[in-house]
């Protein structure tokens, strides 16, 4: 069972920025196309971003695009999400995943697993 681990989250106002981590120790993350998705209570968790394993582009949902960056940092072994001109609408839980990207189509973005670490707490409010 592939376990990452998020953090990152907290409070922030309206246009300001937070970076997410995403973590693992048990196995290396550049050997996976890794996925940040989202979910706020009460509806389905959607994805956000990919960040490939073999050539490491990139892919952002239209609601973050220009305003949410995904990153490796390979010897740290940790992929970030950088977010800026945050929106009240951003609130939610932050998950990444070992996923599968079909038609390299974000909005096809699939999990790897079958399992969901506990995520970390993005709001986003004055």
């Known amino acids: 069972q592939v376990q990452l681990v998020e953090s990152g989250g907290g409070l922030v106002q309206p246009g300001g920025s937070l970076r997410l981590s995403c973590t693992a120790s048990?196995?290396?993350?550049?050997?996976?196309?890794i996925g940040w998705f989202r979910q706020v209570p009460g509806k389905e968790r959607e994805g956000v971003s990919c960040?490939?394993?073999?050539?490491?582009?990139?892919f952002y949902v239209d609601s973050v695009k220009g305003r949410f960056a995904i990153s490796r940092d390979s010897a740290k072994n940790t992929v970030y999400l950088q977010m800026s001109s945050l929106k009240p609408e951003d609130t939610a839980v932050y998950y990444c995943?070992?996923?599968?990207?079909?038609?390299?189509?974000?909005?096809?973005?699939?999990?790897?697993?079958?399992?969901w670490g506990k995520g970390t707490l993005v709001t986003v409010s004055t």
């Open positions: 995943a070992t996923v599968a990207l079909p038609h390299r189509d974000i909005y096809s973005m699939l999990p790897l697993e079958d399992y």
């Open positions: 048990e196995f290396r993350l550049e050997r996976y196309a």
């Open positions: 960040i490939s394993a073999a050539d490491g582009s990139t």
